[in-house]
């Protein structure tokens, strides 16, 4: 494995893991047999796994997943995959009152371990519903597990380890890096539910998740050219969260900023910030500031820079939270 | 009845509304019969059955002893020892029907109506109550008889049958699935994608839809315009409308419908055309929205008097078996009775307990606050 690989091709290589060490394992969805999917994440694995496990489904989310489920039943591991962010919601029953419930429901005695691999978020230029952040709903649902890697080694190994749990994970995808590429290692480094401080620092600490990582990272760049050391921290895992490694980090800086690209009110920073603020009290130096989209539909994408968080409103945040 | 029925419907319906005539309610000359309401046997030349005198009482002591639990929680409902209870009365045929033609390695994906079908795949009926009394949702394994948990989502358990029967392909074994769904859920987008994923798989499920006319308060023309069963043909796999009160026809229909799947020739659907005898659930009332002398008229269509007729006429059984059956009955209606009265309540921490099969910290987190604050009162426990 070692060597750089995309996002994409770091994800490919895992589902090829999968379907080779585990004979119950089966993927699902539109448009990923052939075509390898509109995003190419499941590139030749149909040619060479077959039909019977690369399926291609007919064009309905609500049957992707709840045929998913029948599948568990029957002692498959099914991975799906949800073309685009948008266009989960037809399934959102299926996942969050049948998927997430089962195993509660069945006082343990099934278990649903199936991953629903969706792309998300924007920044790519797309027409609507193709850029949508909705980990939040996701997160609100005991019964889920959901994560979204920022990097290629985390992509590859946090879907090998979602795959392999037998709860039922959201995976989420961050589309518009799918193509950066970074270094895989040989083994997973971390447990799938672990955050990672991927810069130190100790003015300020920035947490992000998936695509926003590397915004933070060039942010905590600029801002050390003006004598700041930002530290900021790979969330990797939104449910459960790694509340351990946060507070330590937001206790030693005395800062928090949160940033992602879902809307910020009723976002996945409220909780952090309800929570951080708890736990870091008398720590604090400032509140724990929010920085994401706006509390309005996903804008047209001539647009879409306005409303997504860059370098420069999480800079702003950290002169506010500096401030204080 | 249906005549007068439609005709009466017909005088009342707002513009826009089908014409119920339209909806098939009144197309009985296609139902599939083998038993006469009179309890005569009569032949149909796609689906013959040879029943022995045995099977046919087996068939009537099932019935029977469904009718009686389901009357039990109903009354334990009144009682206030469930907190809700959905009634099959007067579908007992469909459900002892279909579930006796299952083989042992055969699946069915209930609704929360399918105690008749519990029944036959030997589910204790006490655990069935628990998640209407409100100790679990659902509580029992699965996998043990082949009996997926209760479904309350209209339709979602459609998907899973199907998705279940996509597995039994795959692993090249010969079993069947059966998914048990009514007239209202046949609306669910849920129910058409299971038909479509069914039909371009060929998987071996047998959707089974018990039209008891009524969902809730609206009746089948607010879900259809054609007669149920027909629906399958736009998907193309075939639709069988059965007298739904025939507990034999039932029978006949649905052994050919799961052979026909576990054959490799793709999935039925089967259309049971029955009635809801009593309210959708406890909380309803029918008296707001139907009339009295449509339940009346289907009241001589009783799937239990027409066989116990037959059992009769043809000196099948004599009165030391339905003495027999009646004092069984009785044993039952006590078990459970007293099963549900002792049916404890379960640990509160039982919230926390199955949220994820796999350690959860936020999980474990709120758990010993739960704890800890429950331990904070005199006695150690909060009430």
């Known amino acids: 494995m070692a060597g750089q690989l995309s996002i994409a091709k770091a994800l490919n290589e895992a589902l090829r893991k999968s379907l080779e060490s585990d004979p119950k394992t089966v993927l699902m969805g539109e448009d990923i047999g052939k075509l390898g999917g509109v995003f190419r994440i499941t590139d030749g694995l149909q040619k060479d796994f077959g039909d019977d496990r690369v399926i291609d489904t007919p064009l309905a989310e609500s049957g992707i997943v709840g045929t998913a489920i029948g599948l568990a039943l029957r002692g498959y591991r099914p991975v799906v995959e949800i073309q685009f962010d948008g266009f989960v919601y037809p ?13 509660a429901r069945a006082l343990g005695h099934v278990k649903m ?18 850029s949508e952040s909705h980990e939040a709903y996701f997160a609100h649902t005991a019964g889920l597990r959901v994560v979204s890697p920022s990097n290629a080694h985390d992509a590859h190994w946090m ?8 709860d039922p994970v959201v995976f989420l995808e961050p589309k518009r890096r799918y193509w950066d590429k970074g270094e895989v290692g040989e083994d997973p480094m971390l447990p799938l539910h672990s ?13 992000a998740y998936g695509p926003m990582v590397k915004v933070c990272q060039e942010a905590a760049q600029a801002a050390e050219e003006d004598g700041r050391r930002l530290e900021v921290v790979d969330l990797r895992s939104l449910s459960p969260i790694d509340f351990a490694t946060l507070e330590e980090s937001v ?23 309800a929570r951080l603020t708890e736990r870091c009290f008398y720590h604090l130096e400032a509140p724990i500031l929010r920085v994401g989209g706006y509390h309005a539909p996903y804008p047209p994408s001539r647009v879409e820079e306005t409303y997504l968080p860059d370098l420069d409103r999480v800079l702003d945040a950290v002169d506010r939270a500096l401030a204080f | 009845m249906t005549v007068k029925s439609t005709s009466r419907a017909r005088k009342k319906a707002a513009p826009g509304v089908p014409d119920p005539a339209r909806a098939g309610v009144g197309a009985e000359p296609e139902l599939v019969q083998l038993l006469t309401p009179e309890g005569d046997r009569v032949e149909h030349p796609e689906f013959p059955l040879t029943v022995t005198p045995e099977e046919l009482r087996s068939l009537y002591r099932d019935l029977v002893l469904v009718r009686r639990f389901d009357a ?5 409902q009144r009682q206030g020892e469930l907190g809700l209870w959905a009634s099959l009365l007067g579908q007992e045929a469909a459900q002892v029907g279909s579930g006796r033609a299952m083989r042992p390695g055969d699946y069915a994906f209930p609704t929360y109506r399918e105690h008749g079908v519990a029944w036959c795949r030997d589910v204790d009926p006490l655990n069935l109550l628990g998640m209407f009394r409100g100790v679990n949702n659902g509580g029992w394994d699965p996998n043990e008889k082949n009996f997926h948990l209760y479904t309350i989502v209209i339709g979602a358990q459609t998907l899973h049958a199907t998705g279940y029967a996509m597995g039994i392909t795959k692993d090249g074994a010969d079993d069947a699935v059966i998914a048990y769904f009514g007239d209202g859920a046949s609306s669910q987008g849920d129910v058409n994608e299971a038909f479509t994923f069914a039909s371009v798989y060929n998987s071996p499920v047998v959707f089974f839809c ?6 809730i308060s609206e009746p089948t023309t607010v879900q259809t315009r054609i007669p149920l069963y027909r629906r399958a043909s736009g998907f193309g796999f075939p639709g069988v409308r059965v007298d739904g009160n025939d507990v034999l026809a039932v029978l006949a229909v649905t052994r050919w419908a799961l052979d026909h799947a576990r054959t490799g020739q793709g999935p039925v659907l089967v259309e049971a055309f029955t009635y809801r005898m009593g309210a959708h659930t406890t909380s309803d009332d029918p008296t707001r929205y139907r009339q009295s002398e449509e339940t009346e008229a289907w009241k001589a269509k009783d799937p239990i008097l027409r066989l116990k007729a037959h059992l009769e006429k043809e000196g099948l059984a004599d009165e030391a078996f339905f003495a027999e059956v009646e004092a069984e009955s009785e044993k039952l209606g006590l078990r459970v009775r007293e099963g549900v009265r002792s049916m404890p309540d379960p640990d509160p921490t039982l919230i926390f307990d199955h949220a994820y099969s796999e350690p959860h910290p936020l999980v474990d987190e709120e758990r010993a606050e739960y704890e800890a604050y429950a331990a904070s009162f005199e006695g150690g426990e909060h009430h």
Do not use: C, Y
């Open chain 1, 113 to 130: 371990p199936i991953t629903v691999r969706i792309p998300f978020g924007g920044g790519i230029g797309a027409v609507e519903h193709h």
């Open chain 2, 72 to 76: 039990e929680a109903t009354s334990l």
């Open chain 1, 91 to 103: 399934a959102f029953d299926q996942i969050v009152s049948q998927l997430a419930k089962m195993h």
């Open chain 1, 159 to 166: 879907l090998r380890q979602a795959i392999e749990s037998d």
């Open chain 1, 251 to 273: 206790k030693r800086t005395g800062r928090g900023i949160v940033v992602h690209e879902a809307p910020v009110f009723l976002g996945l920073g409220a909780e952090l910030a």
């Open chain 2, 210 to 215: 018990q039209n008891n006319q009524w969902a």
């Open chain 1, 195 to 207: 955050a990672r401080v991927v810069r130190p620092g100790t003015d300020a600490t920035l947490i």
